[in-house]
């Protein structure tokens, strides 16, 4: 969950942090504040929240001849929004589940769905400027349909099965939002595995 950063002594970039606290805690997020050096000796500060690695998945399968893509649809407090989403989490209570792990998990527990492939196309961080979050894609093949197992605030999350072009479609007309969802898409196509 956090960044590396060593008090005194410059990182990367030439930044040098002078001091870190973490300013609020909760169970999925710390949020950090760095006081920092820029390397032109300017004062400044960073504002860092931690999360844990999260997968996000695209279960892709043929139906009627058909590529079909299963999205979730949520309501997304912060934003005040129902969102068109593909399956996606993190393990907060379990910092040291793998990648793999945490989308074969999420994917079922979302979607119900149970994957023979699941390959790992990539990864990226959601929010680089703020977040040390990150991200890894997976496309899901092969799927068998089991039991969702939503946990109790996941009770408003819908699931649907919807043609691949209309998927593209939906992103193209602003239909589709989420960014994860959005970059996941495009990683999948620049490899060709969509």
């Keep these: 969950m956090t960044s ?3 008090i005194g002594q410059p990182d990367a ?3 040098t942090p002078v001091s870190s606290r973490i300013a609020y805690e909760n169970r999925w997020l710390k949020i950090r504040e760095d006081i920092i050096k820029y390397p032109n000796d300017l004062d400044g500060m960073f504002g860092v929240v931690e999360r844990n690695e999260f ?4 279960p892709l399968s043929i139906e009627n001849n058909e590529k079909t893509v299963t999205l979730i649809r ?7 929004e129902f969102m068109w989403e593909l399956p996606m989490g993190m393990w907060e209570l379990k910092p ?6 945490i989308a074969v998990g999420e994917l079922e527990e979302e979607t119900g769905l149970r994957a023979k492939n699941m390959i790992h196309a990539g990864s990226f961080y959601q929010g680089a400027g ?11 093949t092969d799927l068998t349909q089991h039991t969702t197992n939503r946990e109790a605030t996941e009770q408003n999350m819908t699931c649907h099965s919807v043609p691949l ?3 593209e479609s939906m992103i193209e007309t ?16 620049s490899k060709k595995l969509v």
């Design 165 to 167: 072009v209309q998927f």
């Design 55 to 58: 997968a996000v998945i695209l």
């Design 74 to 80: 949520q309501y997304r407090y912060p934003v005040g």
């Design 4 to 6: 590396k950063k060593i």
């Design 130 to 140: 703020y977040s040390t979050q990150k991200g890894h894609v997976f496309l899901a």
């Design 174 to 189: 602003g239909e589709v939002t989420c960014m994860v969802t959005i970059a996941a898409f495009c990683l999948l196509r």
């Design 96 to 101: 040291d589940a793998t990648p793999e792990m």
């Design 13 to 15: 970039g030439g930044i």
